[in-house]
């Protein structure tokens, strides 16, 4: 059960989307953010003042002023909340459930409102089956390699103890890939096609060229 979610019922059937190319949010993963942009404030402002929920997406082409909507997001709750003193919000948003991205809602509000159609992603309501495991050696491997090219690094003892889903998923939004990498791993349809698909991301990037510049990660 996904913040309190027992059936794709349960969510409301339209939301308010943040557009936001690169960032990946997953169900149970969390997914800090700076909001400081007036109308993404003013969203933020209506949504706690009813059920807290927030969908993620990327864009998929359009204009720079009215960008196309990608076909899937993830809805999240807003579960951490502050404003500063310059009048930001920090807030987390906890991956509920993936949605696809159905009608966008002629409104007067500043954000954009789609209706969210949930019923393929209903298995994200549920807890993950540690029970199926998956190739966990082949991806380490690859994130060793994938790192070293990188210059960065992370605790291998919690990489090769932490529960599967943690893992990979804790991986695919916090690694610095491309957006339409983030968007296929967003749309695997489990947690086995995300491995795979993370394994496969991980490799291509450590086979590049030697000469290429490290991005700077922070």
């Not at 059937?13 to 953010?33: E, H, N, T, Y």
């Amino acid at each position: 059960m996904a913040q309190g979610y027992v059936h794709v019922s349960d969510l409301p059937q339209v939301i308010p989307v943040f557009p936001l190319d690169g960032a990946l949010l997953l169900p149970r993963g969390q997914l800090p953010l700076n909001i400081f942009e007036p109308r993404y404030l003013n969203m933020i402002d209506d949504v706690m003042a009813g059920d807290r929920i927030v969908g993620m997406i990327q864009t998929v082409g359009g204009t720079r002023a009215r960008p196309l909507l990608a076909p899937v997001g993830c809805a999240g709750r807003v579960t951490s909340y502050a404003e500063t003193s310059d009048g930001r919000y920090l807030i987390t948003l906890t991956g509920v459930i993936r949605f696809h991205t159905g009608d966008e809602l002629p409104t007067r509000t500043p954000y954009r409102q789609v209706r969210a159609d949930y019923s393929a992603f209903a298995a994200d309501l549920e807890a993950p089956d540690e029970a199926l495991d998956f190739a966990r050696d082949p991806m380490l491997d690859a994130l060793r390699a994938y790192l070293h090219r990188h210059q960065l690094d992370v605790d291998w003892e919690t990489a090769r103890e932490a529960p599967q889903e943690a893992l990979v998923n804790s991986l695919s939004m916090a690694l610095p890939f491309e957006a339409g990498a983030k968007q296929a791993l967003l749309e695997a349809p489990d947690l086995a096609a995300r491995a795979r698909t993370l394994t496969a991301l991980l490799a291509i990037d450590a086979a590049g060229h030697d000469d290429e510049t490290p991005p700077s990660v922070q």
